[in-house]
């Protein structure tokens, strides 16, 4: 695997569902996004992990908990999800402090809350 | 806080024709960071090209260039030779480079299609 990976793809989950969403990246980085995609409004910064910190949460609802275990691997947990939380979920990583600061994306994973 | 505004939601080019799309952006900082990237159907998103804002040069690679303006804070992206592979939606982004600030900060994005 190269770059930035994440499962699943697709999910389709109902408001009393609880799912988790998984980003690994294999670029060395040490700071980890997750971002939020809807339809015709800019990407949406949810959570920054930097140096395994978390640094940032963006006033994101309670009904998403980031976990970063280790600078390589970041999770979403989701829980009583509303249908306006629909939308494509972007992980990214970058390396901090070294005088670039260019993320690199992940392909995504489509949720969708029914 | 900083803010990003792309104007064209939609643009279109003949196929190697060359298309600009326009970024402005809002920031109180006198050193940052400023990206273009690409987002394919495919959906993953592409780093196309950055640039610091100390360099005055603007930055290149390949077709496509970037017409930085500090001053008018004005960020422009040129693609050249537009192939069909180009069609995609490009977001500007901003990035500060202060510890603690780490998000990018994009614009809504504008599609461009290439028309053979």
């Known amino acids: 695997e190269t770059g930035v990976t994440q499962t699943p793809r697709h999910l389709v989950m109902g408001m009393t569902n609880k799912k988790s969403l998984k980003c690994e990246q294999h670029l060395g980085h040490n700071a980890m996004y997750w971002y939020k995609q809807s339809a015709k409004k800019p990407l949406e910064l949810m959570f920054v992990y930097s140096l395994e910190e978390r640094v940032e949460n963006n006033s994101v609802p309670s009904r998403f908990s980031p976990e970063c275990p280790n600078s390589s691997h970041l999770f979403l947990h989701l829980h009583t999800l509303q249908p306006e939380d629909s939308a494509l979920y972007l992980c990214?990583?970058?390396?901090?402090?070294?005088?670039?600061?260019?993320?690199?994306f992940g392909p995504g994973t489509r949720l969708t809350v029914t | 806080a900083q803010t990003v505004t792309q104007s064209q939601p939609e643009m279109s080019v003949q196929e190697a024709e060359t298309v600009t799309l326009s970024c402005t952006y809002d920031t109180s900082e006198s050193d940052y960071y400023l990206f273009w990237y690409k987002q394919p159907p495919s959906r993953q998103m592409i780093l196309v090209i950055r640039q610091e804002a100390y360099k005055q040069q603007n930055a290149t690679e390949n077709r496509f260039s970037v017409n930085f303006q500090k001053a008018a804070k004005s960020f422009s992206l040129k693609i050249s030779d537009s192939q069909l592979g180009d069609a995609a939606m490009y977001f500007c982004a901003y990035r500060s480079p202060l510890f603690g600030n780490e998000k990018l900060t994009f614009g809504t994005g504008t599609r461009l299609t290439i028309i053979p």
């Open positions: 990214a990583s970058s390396q901090e402090r070294a005088n670039s600061y260019e993320q690199y």
